[in-house]
Each structure stands twice: as C-alpha cells, then as structure tokens.
C-alpha cells in the first residue's frame, strides 16, 4: 500500500488556513472566525491521523475542495452596526459549528478534504445527514451575509462548491453506499 503523503499537506494546508482565520478575527472579532480557527487546526490534527484512501476521485476536485474549504476566509467584515445582528450572526456561527465538531469527531480517521473513499460513516449526525459538515457550514456562513450584503455572492460560491463536493463524495463512495 503506498504511502498518504496528502495528509501531510492537507494537515498543512488546514494549519495555514486556522492562522489565516485568526488573523481574520482579528481583523473583524467574528466569532466566526475564531470558531474557523479552531475547525482548521483540529482538522490538520485529524488529517495526520486519518486512513489512507481506498479510491479517489478526480485531481481537479481535489482544488474544487482546497478551495471550498479557503472561501470562508473570504468573507467580508460587517457592514452594519445593530447588535440584534450580530447575535444573530454569532448563533448561527455557533450552532453551524457544532454541527461541523458534530461531523468532523464522528468522521475521526475517516476525514479529508478532497472526495475519497475511506470508509463510509453512518453513525451519530451522520444517521440523520448525509453530508452534516456542509449543512454546517452553510448556516454558520450564514451569519455573516446577514452582517454584510455582498456577501451573498460567496456565500452562492460556497452553497455551490459544497454542493459539488457532496455530489463528487457520493460519486466515489457509489460503491459502497
């Protein structure tokens, strides 16, 4: 069997994208990116841990998945002052965030970025939700098109590349589900 240097990088990249996100919150002082920071670095620690793939999917939906994962780190600060808004943004942000430690500790050594075939998980959130991670996602990103209105261009990006990277997940785990 050979070797899966992919997740050195992809620990790598996830690192590299936790430091983008904390200079990001402090940037902005989002909850969402301080919840962001803490996604990436526990997902560079998962990464090192992870079995290596049965099957793989296509190179380029491996730079699809590099770059959904990079597009929160897109997100432009807020744009409005109310309060009852930021709230709102920082609950949804901590609610689309449990779901993602939800997804991330039940998938455990079974993690990735790109779509690969390392086992499928079907227990916890995961009985319920097929792809819990990008539900996650979507509604902590959520929040933050409510504190700034061009961000409902990212935010079509990403609802976009997630839905493309559950399609090209069930593709390469047709197999066995």
Known sequence: M??????????????????????????????????????????????????PAQSKGPKFLTVLAYLSSAMPLLYLDSTVSL????????????????????ATVELG???????ANRGLVRSGIYRYIKHPMYLGYVVSELGLVILNPLNAALFLISLFLYYS?????????SAIY
């Open 83 to 102: 309060k009852a808004l930021f709230l709102v943004s920082d609950l949804l942000a901590i609610v689309g965030f449990l779901i993602v430690v939800l």
């Open 109 to 115: 050594t079974s993690i990735g970025i790109s779509p």
């Open 2 to 51: 050979s070797r899966d240097y992919g997740k050195y990088f992809g620990s790598a990249m996830m690192v590299g994208f936790g430091v983008v996100a904390f200079y990001r919150w402090q940037q902005t002082q989002l909850i969402f990116f301080l919840l962001l920071v803490l996604r990436d670095f526990a997902a560079g620690y998962f990464f090192l841990k992870r079995k």
């Open 165 to 173: 990277r559950a399609k090209a997940e069930r593709q390469v785990l």
